[in-house]
């Protein structure tokens, strides 16, 4: 069983920035893909950024120029998304994911006007 645990979630002004990380542990799978969705109140949830074993990137539409993705390159077990220039739109519970199947329980980012 993979385990998946967020952190580095918080309140920061528009125009600020955070780093998420999400940490496997229990069953390791060093070549699973590795992203981050997130979901606001009221809407669905969406993609911010993945990256593959491999280390392609790709990024929802909303977040790109300002967020990065990036991988532990020595185990790469744990994944980080840096958030630069925040909005107030940016503003949800992240959630990272290992291959779409295992879910961490989420971070809550508030980015306040």
């Known amino acids: 069983q993979v385990q998946l645990a967020e952190s580095g979630g918080g309140l920061v002004q528009a125009g600020g920035s955070l780093r998420l990380s999400c940490a496997q542990s229990?069953?390791?799978?060093?070549?699973?893909?590795m992203g981050w969705y997130r979901q606001a109140p009221g809407n669905q949830r969406e993609l911010v950024a993945y990256?593959?074993?491999?280390?392609?990137?790709?990024y929802g539409d909303s977040v790109k120029g300002r967020f990065t993705i990036s991988r532990d390159n020595a185990k790469k077990t744990t994944v980080y998304l840096q958030m630069n220039s925040l909005k107030p739109e940016d503003t949800a519970v992240y959630y990272c994911?290992?291959?779409?199947?295992?879910w961490g329980q989420g971070t809550q980012v508030t980015v306040s006007s």
């Open positions: 990256i593959t074993s491999g280390g392609d990137t790709n």
């Open positions: 229990g069953s390791i799978f060093y070549f699973y893909d």
């Open positions: 994911t290992a291959a779409g199947v295992h």
